[in-house]
């Protein structure tokens, strides 16, 4: 019969880069300039929720997001539903009356219904979450058999930082050797209940779409930016061992250190680009107060109490090295960020990887 359908519904965590990503070496297979290492957060509030189904009623690929229709026609979509179809196996359900051989796939197109919770584009890694989300629900739907490294590879190339949410707690993205990109992939360094005294605070200050893409940024930081390519090679592989240490040991001061310093050189990466990028335009000027506010709490203290992180956009990551810690910095950000429409304040842990609904 030509009315079943079968559908899959998924959950991804996003995740924030504490070790960051920027600069292709590759652009179509997205390959980094050096390995990156992200926190997942939980998946209840700062999460896509992905629906993919299958139907030969349906006349071509289709996807909604935030219950609009968009466009599958970008190469990097395409990238993502041809590595899936090609990994496909026979499905069937005998209830329902479906079977379909792994050659058959081709021929039957997907519908994909994507929510994010939060505001897309506006640095707060919606493609992270994304892509790792349609990627998984996929190969769910079409029964592949791949684990979640090889997963990683296909969510990479829909978007890099895509890699890193299919796994919860600390995920290193390995930029790997090879030209196929094949060893390319995320590897999970420690799971989500390794440190779960951490508390994770996210500013939104701006659901405005940030001006210049990551994409864009990337590529012009690579062709322009001698400080990126220093930093590739001279400053991240260090930071990488050193950053797994302190993740092994739960050393919150070396992660601290760590995570704010590369923060601030990811932005110093993107002020040596030409034309300069500011990602952190709008709301700069609080952005500063807060570094220095967290810069001068922690010297008090003796001892890294909170870590700050901004990626490209201007809303503030703050990791908060216990709940207590977590209390005080709320009402310190209060000042910062009085209530306003346009601010939210809340708070998280790390969280899990990609689950089936
Ligand atoms: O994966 P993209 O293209 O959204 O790039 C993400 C880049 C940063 O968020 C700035 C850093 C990172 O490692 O996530």
Redesign the pocket.
């Known amino acids: 019969s030509q009315n079943w359908i079968l559908i899959v519904t998924a959950q991804t965590p996003t995740?924030?880069?504490v070790?960051?990503?920027?600069g292709k070496r590759d652009e179509t297979l997205?390959l980094p300039v050096n390995d990156?290492i992200?926190v997942t957060l939980d998946p209840n509030h700062l999460c896509t929720t992905t629906t993919v189904a299958v139907s030969p009623s349906f006349e071509k690929d289709r996807m909604w997001l935030n219950g609009k229709e968009i466009s599958l026609s970008g190469d990097r979509f395409q990238s993502c539903l041809r590595e899936i179809r090609s990994r496909a196996s026979d499905v069937e359900d005998e209830e329902k009356g479906i079977c379909i051989r792994k050659q058959d796939w081709d021929k039957f197109h997907v519908h994909i219904a994507s929510y994010n919770n939060f505001p897309t584009a506006a640095?707060l890694?919606s493609?992270?979450a994304g892509l790792a989300c349609l990627v998984f629900a996929l190969a769910k739907l079409m029964n592949v058999k791949e684990d979640l490294g090889q997963l990683s590879a296909i969510a990479r190339q829909g978007?890099?930082?895509?890699c890193?949410s299919l796994y919860g707690g600390f995920v290193k993205?390995v930029m790997g050797n090879d030209a196929s990109g094949s060893d390319s992939i995320a590897v999970q360094l420690a799971n989500e209940t390794h440190w779960d005294d951490l508390v994770i605070i996210i500013a939104v200050v701006s659901s405005r779409q940030k001006e210049t893409?990551?994409?864009t940024?990337?590529r012009e930081s690579v062709e322009t930016s001698p400080l990126l390519h220093h930093r590739a090679k001279e400053v991240v592989p260090k930071r990488i061992l050193q950053m797994q240490e302190a993740i092994q040991n739960r050393d919150f001061p070396s992660f601290a250190r760590l995570t704010c310093t590369d923060s601030n050189q990811?932005h110093a990466v993107c002020l040596d680009t030409r034309p300069p990028i500011f990602?952190m335009n709008d709301t700069s000027h609080r952005q500063v107060l807060i570094i220095n506010c967290i810069e001068k709490w922690n010297r008090s203290e003796g001892t890294p109490q909170v870590a700050y992180t901004f990626?490209?956009g201007p809303n503030a990551v703050l990791i908060a090295r216990n709940r207590n810690v977590a209390t005080l910095l709320l009402q310190r950000l209060l000042f910062y960020f009085p209530p306003h429409p346009d601010t939210e304040l809340n708070s998280y842990v790390i969280g899990d990887k990609s689950i089936l609904q």
């Open positions: 995740n924030i880069a070790i960051k990503y920027w997205i990156s992200s640095g890694a493609s992270a978007s890099g930082s895509a890193r993205w893409s990551s994409t940024g990337m990811f990602y990626d490209a």
